[in-house]
């Protein structure tokens, strides 16, 4: 079984930045790509971000492009975000999640079988 946990959100005025982190047990991290998703309030939830299994590939929304990077550390079994010049219209619960592919392709919710929990971002002044 995988379990993803992820940590970083919070509040932070327009124009910021955070760093979240996911950590994944488990010793198939390195198998599969990773991706991120988030849900704003009474929208429904959808794709960020995604990385290949080695971290090679990336695949991001046209709404982050430019401003949020993926990467993965599989020495550490982890995935991050780097989200800069953050907007009020990136606040959401940011959820981790693991491919069922191995590129990063992958930006359907049907395409990811294990999800975190969800962290927190709220960008407000």
């Known amino acids: 079984q995988v379990q993803l946990v992820e940590s970083g959100g919070g509040l932070v005025q327009p124009g910021g930045s955070l760093r979240l982190s996911c950590a994944a047990s488990?010793?198939?991290?390195?198998?599969?790509?990773m991706g991120w998703f988030r849900q704003a309030p009474g929208k429904e939830r959808e794709f960020v971000a995604a990385?290949?299994?080695?971290?090679?590939?990336?695949n991001y929304a046209d709404s982050v492009k430019g401003r949020f990077t993926i990467s993965r550390d599989n020495a550490k079994n982890t995935v991050y975000l780097q989200m800069n010049s953050l907007k009020p219209e990136d606040t959401a619960i940011y959820y981790c999640?693991?491919?069922?592919?191995?590129?990063?392709?992958?930006?359907?919710?049907?395409?990811?079988?294990?999800w975190g929990q969800g962290t927190q971002v709220t960008v407000s002044s």
């Open positions: 999640a693991r491919s069922i592919r191995a590129d990063s392709s992958a930006v359907f919710e049907h395409q990811y079988n294990y």
């Open positions: 488990g010793r198939t991290f390195s198998t599969y790509a």
């Open positions: 990385v290949s299994r080695a971290g090679g590939g990336t």
